[in-house]
């Protein structure tokens, strides 16, 4: 069965940074996208960034030029590294994937339980 776990999750300033991490595990194939959401309270859940499995990456308006989406593709392993955070990026952030478990599988969005990110002096 596969999982994704998110960690790096907690408190910081305004203006500090913070690194997330995903790592997924169990039955996997591959992974093509790899990709970012957030959802604070009150709000839709919305997409932070995105990165194919070839490095292409995609942002939100919101975190261009603070936020830097990678990935491991040898390790099945994601990260999302925030910079000069903002009050405003307080959120739970989820990652996600679309993973193949075997080579005759079609790919599957799999999530993980998010992490909490809050931006508070």
């Known amino acids: 069965q596969v999982q994704l776990v998110e960690s790096g999750g907690g408190l910081v300033m305004p203006g500090g940074s913070l690194r997330l991490s995903c790592a997924a595990s169990?039955?996997?194939?591959?992974?093509?996208?790899m990709a970012w959401y957030r959802q604070a309270p009150a709000k839709q859940r919305e997409l932070v960034a995105l990165i194919t499995r070839s490095g292409s990456v995609n942002y939100a308006d919101a975190v261009k030029g603070r936020f830097t989406i990678s990935r491991d593709n040898a390790k099945n392993t994601g990260s999302l590294q925030m910079d000069s955070l903002k009050p405003e990026d307080t959120a739970v952030y989820y990652c996600t994937a679309n993973i193949r478990e075997t080579v005759l599988s079609y790919g599957r969005d799999y999530w993980g339980k998010g992490t909490l990110v809050t931006v508070s002096s």
């Open positions: 169990g039955s996997i194939f591959s992974i093509s996208a």
